[in-house]
């Protein structure tokens, strides 16, 4: 007999909850809130809006479904099931935070606090749950897969994201590396500094020392964020993909030149099949996707890590 689906509702401790954690109690933390400019009635409205939100998800949840819970801090450590059906209740951050824990489970994002969250990824709202389950478990319902990019060091370890991957030195600092895209089967290459069809210097497959303050490979979904500023800033010829394009782009940030280091290999496009891999020329190096540093690989001297387009995808419910 197969199991009956099991909705896992994931949240986050509201800002209400986490000034009541620092402060004790109500009083202390209006007061601390006060002493900045700021109310904590609003800060309690929002907190109710988001415990309503949840109340009203899980009484969505048919009665004949198993049901598990679990917060943002304890993803890391939360085992998520074939058969699980995903219900994000907060914000869009929220579900990139998820993502990276699943293997191809539907996700279902709800919007707690409309207007004031984006709502690219939290579509819909609690009120529609019931329907929005149906549609997750029936044949043919409408998904969208969202490209992810991961993360393979050579030990084994991996990272998924569904924005982006930053590699880099673990404080603010210089770290210092050999990079050099792999090119797909039966393609040449793009992974250059904006040229394409060339390696941008690094032809040969031995690719480029480099000294920077990190690398950062993202996908569409994150191309509203960190990587669109990195974009912007450069220029060029490449195009930001969308959500759904099995493509990435990387850049290189503040890379610095010297006469054992080189700025040749900054920025450049990842195809489905193509890789960035970089090799670890400093005492450490820290791997982390989506800004949760947290759960980062720790990569030391000699070590190297292969950057790509996951098989895995997001399938948010549309």
Excluded: C
């Excluded at 009541?20 to 933390?29: F, P």
């Excluded at 002493?35 to 309690?44: C, F, H, P, Y």
């Excluded at 060339?198 to 920077?212: I, N, P």
């Excluded at 670890?280 to 720790?298: P, Y």
Aim: net charge neutral; glycine share 14%.
């Amino acid at each position: 007999m197969s199991l009956a689906p099991r909705a896992v509702l994931v949240h986050r401790a509201t800002e209400y909850e986490e000034l009541l954690a620092r402060h004790g109690t109500h009083g202390q933390a209006a007061f601390f809130l006060s002493s900045r400019g700021r109310s904590l009635d609003e800060v309690a409205r929002r907190h109710h809006r988001a415990h309503r939100a949840l109340a009203d998800v899980a009484s969505a949840v048919p009665l004949t479904w198993r049901r598990s819970r679990v917060e943002r801090a304890d993803l890391d450590r939360f085992l998520f099931a074939p058969e699980d059906v995903v219900i994000v209740v907060g914000q869009d951050g929220l579900v990139a935070n998820t993502a990276k824990y699943l293997s191809g489970q539907p996700v279902v994002g709800i919007d707690t606090d409309p207007g004031r969250n984006p709502g690219v990824l939290v579509r819909h709202r609690a009120r529609d749950t019931g329907a929005l389950l149906r549609s997750a478990t029936a044949p043919g319902g409408r998904v969208d897969e969202l490209t992810m990019v991961e993360a393979v060091a050579d030990d084994g370890q991996r990272l998924l994201a569904l924005n982006e991957i930053y590699l880099g030195p673990p404080g603010h600092q210089t770290i210092r590396y050999r990079i050099a895209p792999e090119a797909g089967r039966g393609d040449a290459g793009r992974g250059g500094a904006g040229v394409p069809g060339t390696h941008g210097g690094a032809a040969d497959g031995t690719g480029e020392a480099q000294a920077s303050s990190g690398v950062l490979v993202g996908t569409g979904t994150g191309a509203t964020g960190w990587l669109r500023s990195l974009w912007q800033e450069r220029g060029g010829p490449l195009r930001l993909p969308a959500p759904s394009d099995p493509r990435l782009l990387w850049f290189v940030r503040e890379a610095w030149p010297s006469p054992v280091t080189g700025t040749s290999l900054v920025a450049g496009e990842l195809g489905r099949g193509e890789g960035l891999r970089l090799t670890v020329e400093s005492d450490r190096m820290a791997v982390f996707g989506d800004g949760m540093e947290s759960d980062a690989l720790e990569l030391t001297w000699g070590q190297s890590v292969r950057l790509g387009v996951s098989a895995t995808s997001l399938r948010l419910t549309a």
